[in-house]
T-cell receptor, first 113, second 109 residues
Framework: DTGVSQNPRHKITKRGQNVTFRCDPISEHNRLYWYRQTLGQGPEFLTY????????KSRLLSDRFSAERPKGSFSTLEIQRTEQGDSAMYLCASSLNFHLEQYFGPGTRLTVT | DAKTTQPNSMESNEEEPVHLPCNHSTISGTDYIHWYRQLPSQGPEYVIH???SNVNNRMASLAIAEDRKSSTLILHRATLRDAAVYYCILRDTGNQFYFGTGTSLTVIP
């Protein structure tokens, strides 16, 4: 297993467009997390899945954001009607169980022009 | 939100020990103390975690104060590859990690 992967690594889009990111967790991990990180700040929690169920969402996750994990494996994060404030690094992490460490992917850097 | 306080930056000479402090005065009895680090252009990487007792692993040691209101991450011999932002995080019974801004460690050759 090569760890958590994310695609694309970079995305440039125009304001108002929709974007979708993909995360492939470590295969046996049942927990999957999405974070957002802006320059100079630590990652901020967005949402969390256990298997295919989305169990927790941050108040940072506006109605324009939606995340899915349809078969409890890979996950997608979609941002509709992007705004310049959405420019950030979007990180995905997975873990085997609640109390164990999270393994992070390399992130998708989104730039909204 | 569980809060931690860390110095913005620290420097260390290569091959010397580094002590990275973290204050978490509002910690509750069920909060675990986690440390992650983030190298440039990479996602965060787990370093170590503990609850009450000091912990050691191949990467580092974690010293936890008796009252648990502070902790220290110890890198026994800093290398250039240890240059990163180090985050001290409290994890409660929920599923959210609150990273804060971390400590940027510079290792001087």
């Amino acid at each position: 297993d090569t760890g958590v992967s994310q695609n694309p690594r970079h995305k440039i889009t125009k304001r108002g467009q929709n974007v979708t990111f993909r995360c492939d967790p470590i295969s046996e991990h049942n927990r999957l997390y999405w974070y957002r990180q802006t320059l100079g700040q630590g990652p901020e929690f967005l949402t969390y899945f256990q298997n295919e169920a989305q169990l927790e969402k941050s108040r940072l996750l506006s109605d324009r954001f939606s995340a899915e994990r349809p078969k409890g494996s890979f996950s997608t994060l979609e941002i509709q009607r992007t705004e310049q404030g959405d420019s950030a690094m979007y990180l995905c992490a997975s873990s085997l169980n609640f109390h164990l460490e999270q393994y992070f992917g390399p992130g998708t850097r989104l730039t909204v022009t | 939100d569980a809060k931690t306080t860390q110095p913005n930056s620290m420097e260390s000479n290569e091959e010397e020990p580094v002590h990275l402090p973290c204050n978490h005065s509002t910690i509750s009895g069920t909060d675990y103390i986690h440390w992650y680090r983030q190298l440039p252009s990479q996602g965060p990487e787990y370093v170590i975690h503990g609850l009450t007792s000091n912990v050691n692993n191949r990467m580092a040691s974690l010293a936890i104060a008796e009252d648990r209101k502070s902790s220290t991450l110890i890198l026994h011999r800093a290398t250039l590859r240890d240059a990163a932002v180090y985050y001290c995080i409290l994890r409660d019974t929920g599923n959210q990690f609150y990273f804060g801004t971390g400590t940027s460690l510079t290792v001087i050759p």
